[in-house]
């Protein structure tokens, strides 16, 4: 994160401004809090810069395994899906499972048929030639690692072509950068919700589910208390089911802010630095984040605002001029 080009910093932050955009507009025109969350999270998944949809990150066999989640607070509707591979738009599928199923998680065949049979789109040639070339440079890197060479070396023995990838490759060698998207909106009824979307993370093994599709740990929404969601690493996020504790603490003390700190800093007793964050958004529309890793993108938008605010350093505060 720390390190990125200029470039990708300015495209990251176009992309994030561009789905709190994309709620806005569901908001502004009467839509509900699962309508928007799931706009800004399609954005994210549509637009390549993030780890979600297009822009998903490969396993360690070079395929494409993605997670996603919805979660309406009126109810606790629950739609997930896990491990799918060509679907375009994860999180509407999700909200297929939510609605149009007796079940609230489907995971890979199974979750392609669903799609197929709803008339989901789906990705042709995915993933696209830049995200191969970009894994074969993090083969390469990690093979290089292992063997002490460097990543030239490392290259030319797979005889990798790394191109415009190369610049993300090399601050990025190994893939800790994690850029799951997540949304939560609270709507003009009171209604809270929660969506995500991931690519997982990079390198995993074939089958591997992080925290996104699981309740309480990559999201959790109920009316009343608040909604939240959770990017980091999931195999720690998961243990300390972060995004049910963060709403445990609002129900608590009604404080979004207050809550995601200490749901952070749960996971850094357990896990250590550089796990993760939450953004989250209370009874009353309060909203509230917190990370222990060195950036986390963030965009928020609420009534009145002529435009949405952003931020992606942990020091950093809404870019609220706009
Ligand atoms: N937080 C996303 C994942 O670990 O899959």
């Not at 550089?274 to 209370?282: F, K, P, R, T, W």
Request: glycine fraction near 14%; charged fraction near 25%; aromatic fraction near 4%.
């Amino acid at each position: 994160m720390r390190g990125m080009t200029p470039e990708r910093e300015t495209r990251y932050r176009d992309g994030l401004r561009s789905a709190a955009s994309a709620g806005r507009a569901i908001l502004e025109a009467g839509g509900s809090a699962m309508d928007a969350a799931i706009a800004a999270v399609v954005d994210m998944e549509n637009g390549g810069t993030f780890n979600a949809g297009l822009g998903s990150c490969l396993t360690s066999a070079g395929t494409v395994e993605m997670d996603a989640a919805v979660m309406r607070g009126s109810d606790r509707g629950i739609g997930a899906v896990a491990s799918i591979t060509s679907v375009a738009n994860p999180v509407e599928l999700s909200r297929a499972v939510m609605d149009r199923t007796p079940h609230c998680m489907l995971a890979a065949d199974g979750a392609l048929a669903f799609a197929r049979e709803q008339g989901f789109a789906l990705r042709e040639n995915f993933p696209p030639p830049s995200r191969l070339a970009e894994w074969e440079g993090k083969r390469a890197r990690l093979k290089a690692r292992a063997a002490g060479k460097t990543l030239e070396q490392g290259l030319a023995e797979l005889g990798g072509v790394l191109g415009d990838q190369e610049d993300e490759v090399r601050h990025d060698p190994v893939g800790d950068d994690h850029d799951t998207v997540g949304a939560v909106a609270f709507d003009s009824a009171g209604g809270v919700a929660a969506a995500v979307s991931t690519g997982g993370i990079w390198l995993k093994m074939p089958g591997r589910v992080g925290d996104s599709p699981l309740p309480g740990a990559g999201f959790w929404a109920v009316d009343a208390a608040g909604a939240s969601v959770a990017t980091g690493t999931g195999e720690s996020l998961m243990r300390v089911m972060i995004c049910k504790h963060v709403i445990d603490r609002i129900e608590s003390h009604g404080d979004p802010e207050r809550a995601c700190q200490e749901a952070v800093e749960l996971l850094e007793k357990h896990f250590g630095p550089n796990q993760g964050g939450v953004i989250a958004v209370g009874p009353r529309g309060g909203l509230g984040w917190a990370i222990n890793t060195n950036g986390m993108g963030r965009s928020m938008w609420r009534g009145g605002m002529k435009d949405a605010a952003v931020a992606v350093w942990p020091d950093e505060d809404w870019d609220r001029a706009r």
